[in-house]
Nanobody, 122 residues
Framework: QVQLVESGGGLVQAGGSLRLSCAAS????????MGWFRQAPGKEREFVSA????????YYADSVKGRFTISRDNAENTVYLQMNSLKPEDTAVYYC???????????????WGQGTQVTVSS
């Protein structure tokens, strides 16, 4: 059974920073791509960022490019999302996703975390 557990969400003022973490267990973490998605109230879940198994390939949604950075530590089975220059429109529940592929881009998501709330006040 694969488990993805997010942490690091919270309340921050506009312009501030947060770092989300996603700890994975139950499979060979380093073999698979990982990603982050988010869902704001009343909206569909949307892609934020993804990283390949090695960390050499990364993708970002246009809305976060230049402000967010995805990274991973395969020795710690953890993927991170560093979020800088946060805006009120970044407010959402952020979900960690485990792909069933090694590289990105991909739409083959095998596992989801439970989500962590990020709230950005203006």
């Amino acid at each position: 059974q694969v488990q993805l557990v997010e942490s690091g969400g919270g309340l921050v003022q506009a312009g501030g920073s947060l770092r989300l973490s996603c700890a994975a267990s139950g499979r060979t973490f380093s073999s698979y791509a990982m990603g982050w998605f988010r869902q704001a109230p009343g909206k569909e879940r949307e892609f934020v960022s993804a990283i390949s198994w090695s960390g050499s390939i990364t993708y970002y949604a246009d809305s976060v490019k230049g402000r967010f950075t995805i990274s991973r530590d395969n020795a710690e089975n953890t993927v991170y999302l560093q979020m800088n220059s946060l805006k009120p429109e970044d407010t959402a529940v952020y979900y960690c996703a485990g792909y069933s592929t090694a590289s990105v881009p991909s739409n083959k998501i095998g596992f989801w975390g439970q989500g962590t709330q990020v709230t950005v006040s203006s």
